[in-house]
């Protein structure tokens, strides 16, 4: 409630406003701009914008075009300035932010040209320094910029004023931080085309703004927006400088907010707010503090005391229970009915008698559909779970929702041009059509750009590389072959890391091949956080074809019968909170989950799209499975080699859901908008 959140302005330090998805954040972005430019309008006086790039106000460019073309909003009184660009950096370049405003706004609006203004990559290196002063006085003499939009970088890095940036920086050269080029790697299609350099606004222009608004979406950037909103000012942090800002805000849907004290350990305000806090603990919110506190004390559940309650604010908590040790029983009870060696059930009796566990087969058999947004995720994942349904006797499929085919190197697409040429020879194949494409992937691979979209050929040659690499690898975990299925979403299919939208084609695709098998158990990857976006919209086609038959009169008992557990990316893995199955992994299984992962050569030494992480996918994944493991051993459980972790789609809606104020749940419906 609203007495709540005065108490939290205690340990955030800029006003913040949370909401419900990155769509409706945007929206409100959109119209307070909106807003602005039309009081000016009114006034007969112009609208100073500072500018960002990057994905996360893609959304808010979307709805200000939106807003012009149905409602007619001019921009004809707007100026604008942004706040950075690569150096060097032809303008006309694909990752040229002269070229990102144009496609995501310009060029959509009618804003008179010579009010834009955006740093120039392509000057010579001596001119720089007087473009940056030049640049600053223009701010100066149309009055300084009244909305500054900002994203937020992971190295806590605003325009690109890296950590270390002064408070009084302005406009100037500045060289990037390995982790920022790292993030950019994707769009310039390997982080050694990312420049070194840029042209940025300081944060000192910045801060000089009347109005700052920060954004930031999803998971990854959880971490460093609890530092610069509930840190200390630091240079380590540049974002860290808004605290000093008399009107700035941030603007975060629930992932990007998890760490924030008020979701991910309110109680702890409670040793300053005895009587003020009111926390409603429910089941879950009170399985999330009882791990919390676990983890806090490095204690097994078991051992937690009341005086560890007491310690950390948990008050609410006690009075719940006569006793500390209550509680400890209940959340162990409940987490420990998630660790299970049968992933879809059907346990046969007799295998409480006998040793060999692990080949047993199931009771009863079923139909298992596990959707794979890149061709290696379904192995990367949940390859020891696949392995033990296989074993255990289900009908195991495996879909491919996208062909991958840009994550393939240009020399891995020419050593598979060379093979097939060599092939075509050694067995006396004189088709003059292999010929003519070996032509073509030489010729234009020899003269590609980095960033430039590849041909039809080459593309088509990576989509082989990255099919037959899945089809392998499925193959090592007893996946037969007539059982894999490769969707090649249209959505995918742009040749750029820019995706184009999810359609009803896609939709379509996905349901068809629900339809097809009725499975009794879904899998999906269910991370919001892939940084190329591809997981996000995978899952929002299931979603979307699941409420399709959910609500059909023909499919709605089997598919709410359907059981549907969703599995992390490369990139993160579930709270222990989020848990809803816990798959053990004996040492064999690790290992053949391994040599699946081995299959996918073209993704190995690194791949191409590494993400934040340096280390090849097996080994983070067999890191991350052992993590868990060990989570669950300093819990109080029993000793695995590893485990693989699954939640189910109300997890995902939980994740959604703040923690205060409370909301009822969400339905399957409601949560298709949510992430739409």
């Known amino acids: 409630d609203s007495s709540n959140m005065e108490l939290l302005r205690v340990v955030e330090k800029v006003p913040t406003h949370v909401f419900a998805n990155y769509a409706n954040a945007s929206k409100y972005v959109a119209e307070k701009i909106r807003d602005a430019i039309k009081e000016r309008q009114s006034l007969g006086q112009s ?10 106000p893609i959304k808010v460019y979307e709805e200000l075009v939106r ?9 004809q009184n707007v100026i604008t300035f942004n706040l950075d660009e690569y150096y060097p ?30 740093p120039d990559g392509s000057i010579e290196q001596s001119e720089v320094e007087d473009f940056c002063s030049r640049y600053e006085e223009k701010i100066r003499k149309c009055g300084g910029i009244d909305i500054q939009i900002l994203g937020i970088g992971r190295t806590g890095h605003i325009g690109f004023n890296e950590p270390g940036s002064s408070l009084s920086a302005k406009t100037r050269m500045v060289y990037l931080d390995k982790i920022t080029r790292v993030d950019a790697a994707p769009d310039f299609f390997g982080a050694k085309h990312v420049p070194k350099n840029a042209i940025t606004m300081g944060v000192g222009t910045i801060l000089s703004a009347r109005k700052i608004i920060i954004m930031a979406f999803s998971e990854n950037k959880a971490n460093i927006v609890k530092k610069a909103i509930e840190g200390e000012i630091c240079k380590e942090v540049p974002a860290s400088f808004l605290q000093k800002h008399q009107n700035a805000e941030f603007i975060l849907d629930y992932p990007a907010a998890d760490k924030l004290t008020r979701f991910n350990c309110p109680w702890i305000l409670k040793k300053y707010y005895q009587d003020e806090l009111k926390i409603e603990f429910d089941e879950a919110l009170m399985k999330k503090a009882v791990l919390w506190l676990a983890k806090e004390t490095q204690k097994p559940l078991l051992l937690l005391t009341e005086e560890d309650y007491e310690h950390y604010g948990l008050f609410d908590l006690l009075r719940l229970e006569k006793h500390a040790y209550n509680i400890n029983l209940k959340v162990f009870y409940s987490f420990g009915d998630v660790i299970t060696g049968w992933p879809a059930g059907g346990r046969p009796e007799t295998a409480k008698k006998k040793l060999d566990l692990y080949r047993q087969k199931s009771s009863v058999a079923k139909k ?16 020891g779970t696949i392995s033990k349904l296989v074993r255990q006797g289900h009908e195991v499929h495996v879909a491919y929702q996208t062909t991958g085919n840009i994550a393939v190197f240009d020399h891995d697409a020419m050593r598979f041009a060379d093979y097939l040429k060599e ?5 006396g194949v004189n088709d003059p059509k292999i010929t003519e494409v070996y032509t073509k992937v030489k010729e234009f691979l020899k003269v590609k750009k980095p960033g430039e979209p590849d041909c039809p050929e080459v593309l088509d040659l990576k989509t082989l590389i990255r099919k037959t690499e899945a089809k392998s690898a499925v193959k090592t975990l007893g996946v037969l072959e007539e059982n894999t299925h490769f969707l090649n979403l249209p959505f995918y299919e742009s040749g750029k890391v820019k995706k184009k939208p999810l359609s009803d084609e896609d939709v379509e695709i996905v349901k068809n091949l629900i339809t097809e098998i009725k499975p009794d158990q879904l899998y999906a990857a269910g991370d919001l956080t892939d940084p190329h976006g591809t997981h996000r919209i995978c899952l929002i086609s299931i979603l979307n074809a699941l409420d399709i038959l959910r609500t059909g009169s023909e499919t709605k008992d089997w598919a709410e019968s359907m059981d549907v557990l969703l599995y992390k990316g490369a990139w993160d893995e579930w709270s222990p909170d989020k848990i809803s199955v816990a798959v053990p992994l004996a040492p064999f299984e690790l290992l053949e989950k391994r040599q699946a992962i081995f299959k996918h050569q073209s993704q190995k030494d690194p791949p191409l799209f590494p993400g934040n992480d340096s280390r090849e996918f097996w080994e983070r994944s067999e890191a991350r499975c052992k993590q868990t493991a060990q989570l669950l051993k300093n819990l109080g459980f029993t000793s695995y080699e590893a485990m693989e972790v699954f939640a189910t789609l109300q997890d995902i809606i939980e994740l959604l859901r703040p923690t205060i104020p409370r909301k009822p749940s969400f339905k399957l419906n409601q949560l298709r908008f949510q992430l739409l």
């Open 67 to 75: 807003i012009h073309k149905e409602e007619g909003l001019s921009f």
């Open 423 to 427: 092939s075509a020879t050694n067995f």
């Open 368 to 383: 298992i559909l596990v959707f794979s947004p890149h061709p290696d995720d379904d192995v990367i994942c949940m390859g």
């Open 89 to 118: 950096m032809s303008k006309t370049q694909l990752q040229s932010y002269n070229m990102f405003m144009k496609e995501y706004l310009f060029n959509h609006i009618d804003i008179k040209p010579e009010n834009v203004h955006i």
């Open 47 to 56: 609208l100073v914008l500072g500018l960002a790039t990057g994905s996360t």
